[in-house]
């Protein structure tokens, strides 16, 4: 007997010392070294955390604030994210419960009658052979838990919280993505209907040239190849109409959509034509490794590293022995025809100790297999930052150039609306016949439209340039 018990507390401190052996990966990981951005503006307007979250209120649009108002509660990505997020929680509170004793409460009874049981009873001829019927009841609890000596049921516990904090980093992610969705199309959209007004007033001017080459060529101041070129100008300028229109109906039913409405709600709401927000946020004063902390899909990545280190460590703790205590206790009672029932309260108390000799290397390839999973979530997330570097530094080329070409084109404009002011003069002077004046005018609009594709690429870079740094939620929460 003694012996037993020297070999069962031998086998306890191999166990004990065992557990110093330690499971756990490390899950950090060499990113690209930056200190600035290569593109960046020469004069960037730093930002607060506060602006960075709620960037698009410096557009000054009531009605962009009232539409990413409703986006934000209504739109169905956003919901699905949340709901992921319940979803990951309770799978947490799942996998930290392998931490704990677990307790059930059992009962059973049944009435058993068996050949084998003949028992020999006292009768009125003698000894009678009968087979009893036995009655057996029995209930109480039975308590099981598993003790992690190396730490494996804690690292998978740890690994379902990275991957619940996950989801919540991706709920972000789809935010972000969702308020530059809705900051673009809507300022596209204003672009567009700009754009189709001046398109329309095109049209007018074009009309009317055509309708002074008629006259001209009845009198004999104009060819008819003057009129046909002419016509088929018009053609053209008129065809461009519906292509803009279209893309204004389309924008619109893409709002409506994020908004979680049907398509065609929002028509009537935003066929009004309105300007393009005369006010843009300032470019954030934001350094290369502040992305690590703001940008969702970046924290995401970074997540997936310790989920997966985790994983890891929680595989190799398979390699170790397992030890598991159970306890039950409760009351049985038996009863047996013909006899006085028995009752007894009952108890069992129980260890194991259990440790892999051979699985034909099944631990070693899910080590295996796990280590690789890490190293995927590693490369991920330096791809990822460099991804996150690359969309900046695009955002930052993208306005500049969209902020210059926005500043030669108002040049441009203001040289063709005074040389159409100059004609005009001139027109009313009798200098200059009205075909030059209707040409004047034809060139103020050309230059008019292609300033207000500048401007929508201008505001629509900030909104990039916002969506690249991670812009619309608080990082500090």
Known sequence: MNRFISIGCAMLTITLLNACTPTRVSDHVKLADMDSWHHEPSDPIEVTRTDLKSWWEGFKDPLLNELIIKALNANHDLRIAKARVREAATLVAIAESALYPSIDLFSSGGREKKIDRIIGVPGKQGIELITPTADAISGGLAARWEIDLFGGRHLEAEAAIAQSAGTEEALRA????????????????????????????????????????????????????????????????????????????????????????????????????????????????????????????????????????????????????????????????????????????????????????????????????????????????????????????????????????????????????????????????????YLSLLDARRHTLTVGDERAKAETAMCVSMVSLYRAFGGGWDSKK
């Open 174 to 433: 789809v935010q972000v993505g969702l308020l530059a969705q809705v900051a673009t199309n809507y300022l596209e959209l204003r672009g567009l209907q700009k754009r189709i007004s001046l398109q329309q007033e095109h049209i007018a001017v074009q009309r009317e040239t055509l309708r002074a080459l008629q006259l001209f060529a009845k009198n004999g101041l104009a060819t008819e190849a003057d009129v046909a070129n002419q016509d088929a100008l018009l053609e053209s300028t008129e065809s461009a109409l519906p292509v803009l229109t279209t893309t204004a109906l389309t924008l619109t039913h893409r709002l409506g959509v994020l908004l979680g409405q049907p398509p065609e709600n929002l028509e009537t709401r935003l066929s009004q034509t309105m300007q393009l927000p005369v006010a843009i946020p300032g470019v954030p004063e934001l350094l290369p490794a502040d992305l690590l902390s703001q940008r969702p899909d970046l924290r995401l990545a970074k997540t997936e590293v310790t989920a997966a280190a985790a994983n890891l460590g929680a595989a190799r703790a398979d390699l170790y022995p397992k030890l598991v205590l159970s306890a039950s206790g409760g009351f049985g009672a038996l009863a047996v025809g013909g006899f006085s029932s028995l009752a007894e309260s009952v108890y069992t108390l129980g260890s194991g100790l259990t440790m892999p000799i051979f699985n034909a290397g099944r631990i070693r390839a899910h080590i295996t297999a796990v280590d690789a999973r890490l190293d995927q979530a590693a490369l991920n997330y330096e791809k990822t930052f460099l991804l996150a570097l690359e969309e900046v530094e695009n955002a930052f080329v993208s306005h500049s150039s969209s902020k210059e070409r926005q500043r030669q084109l108002s040049e441009a404009e203001k040289s063709a609306q005074k040389a159409y002011q100059s004609t005009d003069a001139l027109y009313q002077r009798g200098v200059k016949d």
